[in-house]
């Protein structure tokens, strides 16, 4: 691609941050991006300590300075993209202040923390978009080619008329309260404050959630949930589970949480229609096993035969030799680039590049409405 | 051991059957049994074709006609235990009867059709108990030596006290209208009159429900369901899904469908405590997979070192060397007969040696009744 | 099948053995076999405890006495089939006596312990067939359903012309000197008076070997071996490596070893073709993964969709149903009585019912020959 | 790190190659490496062609005269770092004149196609070395954070003594004559005039070398080798295996082939000794499991519970998170930066960030003068 590396600023990622130099890697990984400026910290010092260590010139005290100065520079010399990976509370606030401070943004998931603020930041985004400006939400799982992949074949018909919808996301590491101790990752994930009216919901269901949509092409229409904080003193669910049903008559069940223990990351969705079914998780990411009703069982792999287009428009290297959870953050990047190359007309738009943006955000937050208002169904069992 | 083999009749098992067949190896696998007499079939013609093909001298019109005819016979002469594999609404019946004529019975899944039958069983095996009758309920499940494994791990504490579980049974062989095609196996399990008030909830649902209290030792309490007919023109649910909480305060997941698309008999559990979780299915049963929170993912395997004396009872050959459902079905027979032999005195009677029974049968049956009455409670999601 | 249980006397299988007992289970799964005679242990006090362990009248003090009473027995009294699990030495004379004396044949493998006693049983197997009597020798790997489905799918051409051949056979219970301690199965394995000339290579070596040329049909036709006794004190090798070419100009590697700690018995086959592979393990036996040059990976499953009839013929439960070892000896019974009904006129004789015979055992006496000749051709490395 | 990215230049890499742009995504992944100048291409259209998609200005006609004319600018404008990445062919000269030139200089594998050249860019490494330069073979899967792993457990004495090493690379993408259509890397790579004297065991066999001695710590001295031209009209073996011993008494397998039709990348490394074992598969590179004489099998995972600190420092998201080829290979340009950075006295050190160098290719082009020299040694079976 004919493109000068995009000059970025980043809120948020500063010293102890996971998330933030997750996106850094993934800008830098095919040479897209440029990191310029950064408001890394509300704390002055640490954010500097961050711009040092980066080599980063221009570190801000706070993200609004950020914003207000380099709108101030040079077209070729300010940055033309914010990337934000603060905590959840800041999020509506911070993209649409970048939105209209002219800026292309991507955003950490989730996308805020209530409706409220996920119908403003829509309206920012529309606004900002007739301006030919781009919004990213950071829903990294649609950026695996085996998930793209999955996607095609539903939309192909491979597997028929969807029917059932399983998709898990369990993790172990909230299993002991670990915010009691100050972890900085457990300590804002688990406040109200910072992290919104869910925990484990926000986190990681939001994600299933919209993985769900995204490869299965279906609209979730009602859902039965049961939330609960397991960890005894824990102010937020760090674990749930979902049934829900979809416009087409599909039904499923999403499960999140974060006590099952000694889980990693162990994301898996599994879908099946009439004539088929399909099943992928992030443990072994570079696979999607498709089963059929009347056929032996089989396994794409990334880049390998049998694969569509659009899977293989986002490895990097040849089938077998592995790539993950940073290759799948870097399509997004890339994709979101290639989307900005194309409105300055370097080249064509092309939709098999996509990422994910402000509609998945906005049902991340209709779906936590929804489980927020379904809670407490249960009958009794008896012998 | 020193017993001989134990004479026994059969009810159900002829011509297209599936499940009287297991229990026929089963019961040979160890030499423990022998095949005597049998009612295999309502259709005499058939019944006397079956006893045929399996060199079975006493083949009778009817079941009550074998019960009579076999009570009437000297007591080193007629059959001791009366196995019932025939569809679901002639298992009360039956079982009653066999049990008051003074045979041991080994009934197979689900115990009946209604609580008031499972009540009307679990009477009857009450009073025969007294008089020194067995009975076993073929949940083949339990009898998977890493099963055993599991609940002996869960039971020692290794993972903590337990909070979450996760069982699901995946198979798609229903996902047509097989019963259209009069499909012997899709037929009775798909008919109200033969199968009761359920249908993939009692064929497999309650395999998975045996088996997470089994292996967790929790008691379900409460549920929210949602049961489905998938495919049009059924008249039982082929498929459904289950939020459950425990009396212990654990709550989780149960999934049984029969329309997931190409999937075989995928029957998985995972339990998770405070300390770590285990993970085991059907596909790899000679394994089981132990979780920690603070340590590696270990793999024990079925006669392998660190294995309780609980599950190298239940392998037959060392580790590596496969065993599947045929040996876990054969289990359940080799523990019942351990136990009337014990009953007669000529060895102690080993409590590792267990079997599902009645309680396990009457717990099934309150399950399929909770999960009907909690149908219908989903909210709208809406953005 | 019309087949009266075929009465059998089984030579060896005595108290501490563990073939003897499989062996055991295999003839009683499908109800074909009636253990009525044996001569379980040379010390007559030990075969009497085993006789009343498993309800046998006719114990015998030795094999010889054995063949001579039941011999002059009435012939619907006497045994019909011999049952030899004796440690190798004793299985040239055995063997050929049982034939000589009119019985039909169950060897387990190695066949023997040379060329010249090979030859002796080939000529003793090939008088006794003109006389109606059979012979097999229990490689039970071949008895595997996907394994017969890997031979299917070769022979039709499913992956080209086979060009490589890959075979392992990794143990790891004789990685230290178990024989010092008089553990019975090491005992024996590591005593080249029991035994013979070789170790491992006899003992699991002759499976690989028998399974390469089984599932490919191939013949190897040159070799390049390094056997080793790598544990200090063994008396045979107990790990080899062989490089081998075959007639058709395919070439591979097979791999034996008992030192390889932690493992169990991980017998694995692949064979590559002009066009694609296969590859199947024991740890997963109910799958044959097939791969292509331009086609994705497909696994088929025992009884699924895609596999051929051979294989379905040695199923018992539908697909999903874990068979495993047990099955997989028990289905080279069967197929010997099917074969020894088919003489008796009581069916046709149905070819894809094959179990492993004296040719196999010629052939993996002629690799054990060859291996022991082809040592030390190794060349410095230097840097 | 305290490090201003350093400047490389590349020498190949143009259009249609595969492993230069996986340097360059390797060497952008953490941002300390700059991309400023290139000689891609012999044909000076390629490479400007290269350069202006790269955004790169300074592009050269030859690599030579990149050298001279990067050594006349100004020390903080010239490049620091040469990359080379051409055919094998061109390795010697262009290493050592990068050298002379006073560059660090990263080099693909393998380090060249003789002895001879072996030794001569072995004096030039010494000799940059006393001038402080640097020089790194670019042997990726030592890379991976498992593979350090494993080699930390075995020099821990995990494992005990080393007694049996079994390494594979199994490729297929060579089983057909692709070079007879001009496919760009199989012509070269099966060109004797630039691959060298061998096709498969350089390409790949090299890597396989260089991993059994990296994981185990041993050190091959006797090998026992079968190359094989598979496929008809290939120059050089497209496939081999080979039997070697170590000096410390340990022996094994290496296999390496390009004509496993349908099979990927799927290099596999399991290392026994006396106590236990350890098995590490690039499909599932982010596990390695540990196996053990009297004890479950593990699995450590990347980044989890029970590592080392080496493994830690290689990984750079939390466990779960799958990484893969191109972190490993970062990981090389990663450790390379550090060192250089130490060297420059920005920080101490650290003996934890390898890379393999001029020693591991030493042993490569030994190892390839071994097999070379070992060829045919079979005798016939026959029976």
Known sequence: MILKALRYGMIGGGPGAFIGNVHRIAARLDGLYSLT???????????????????????YPSWAEMLQAESAL?????????????PNHLHAEASISALEAGFHVILDKPLCTSMEEAKAIREAVHAAQARGLHFCLTH??????????????????????????????????????????????ASWRTDPARSGRVGAMGDIGTHAFQLLEYVSGERVTEVCADLRA???????????????RTASGASGVLIATQVAAGEENNLRIRVYGEKGGLDWQQADNNSLVIKALDAPEIRLRAGGPGTSAISQ????????????????????????????????????????????????????????????RSQGTFVPLKD
């Open 140 to 185: 990294t799982y649609s950026g695996y080619p085996m998930i793209k992949e999955g996607r095609a074949q539903v939309a192909a018909g491979r597997i028929g008329h969807v029917r059932k919808l399983y998709v898990e996301y369990p993790q172990g590491w909230l299993s002991t309260l670990l915010e009691g101790d100050g972890q900085k990752q």
């Open 37 to 59: 400026a950064g408001a890394f910290s509300s704390d002055f010092h640490k954010c500097k300590e961050t711009a040092a260590e980066l080599n980063i010139a221009r570190a």
């Open 313 to 372: 428009k986002h490895t990097r290297v040849p089938a077998g030799h592995p790539e993950g959870y940073l290759e799948a953050f870097a399509n997004l990047y890339r994709n979101f680039a290639w989307q900005i190359a194309a409105s300055r007309g370097l080249h064509e738009a092309d939709p098999d590049l996509d990422f994910p943006g402000i509609s998945d955000g906005v049902r991340g937050m209709a779906f936590i409405d929804a489980i927020l």
């Open 74 to 86: 040079p077209a070729d010399e300010r940055i033309e993209v914010v990337v934000i990976v603060t």
């Open 230 to 244: 397991v960890v005894p003193g824990r102010a937020l669910d760090d674990d749930g589970a979902v049934l829900f």
